[in-house]
């Protein structure tokens, strides 16, 4: 939200990156200290939390499915993990992913099919898969497109009137789907206001983009955001119907055996 992160995107980073000299503008910081303060930021309550969003899902001819699912996430030793567990529809109901950051190495990532009651690990490839018909990629939720790349600062600009970092993120050769990633950071808060996405070709593939943001537990968060696949003409609206920051997580959930229990 890994949002990241966008909703699932924002719930995952942190890694130590490079960036060149050149990025820095007039208040000295770099690309990699405003990524940084803004991927530690929990922008979305899952570094400590609760929450139930409502995902609703268009093609291209604006069909709509709505799905209502729950999160529960914290850090452990500084790492972020989470749970999602689908609520609604009947047909998914039950249905959970589980993700689990990881020191230098990719996320370990689960998902159960309440359907078929049965576990598969997310790795390799299948993690440029859509996520349960969504516009987000097991990758994007992991976030490692931006924790492996390098960076690059642009001018400052504004994203929906908001004062923003300009930010070009190249991940590193093997690493992504994407050719690049580029981020506008609102100043004050640093919450990501606008993520694009660029297929190899560099040719421009999804937009992400924070809709609200409002207060919570005295941090602002954001409450709604739209992942668009610009190629496709998907999209997936993320609504946050409820939320408890800070909320009692037991760490007993954030195992693979204890998915579908």
Known sequence: ????????????????????????????RTAKDIIDTMTNGDSMAFDQGYAVVELVIENKRGKQRIRKVESKGKKVDGLRRFVITFLEPDDVAGTQMLSIERKGEDDLQYLYLASMKETRKIAGADKNDNFMGTDFTFADMEQRDVENAVYERLPDTEASGIPAYHIVATPNAGTSEYSKLELWVDQKDHLPLKIYYFDKKDRLLKKMISKKIEPNGGKPTITKLLMKNVQKGSRTSLNMLRLERGAAIPDAIFNPDALGK
């Open 1 to 28: 939200m890994k949002i990241a992160t966008p909703l699932f995107a924002a719930c995952l980073l942190a890694l130590s990156l490079w960036s060149p000299a050149s990025a820095a503008a007039d208040d000295g």
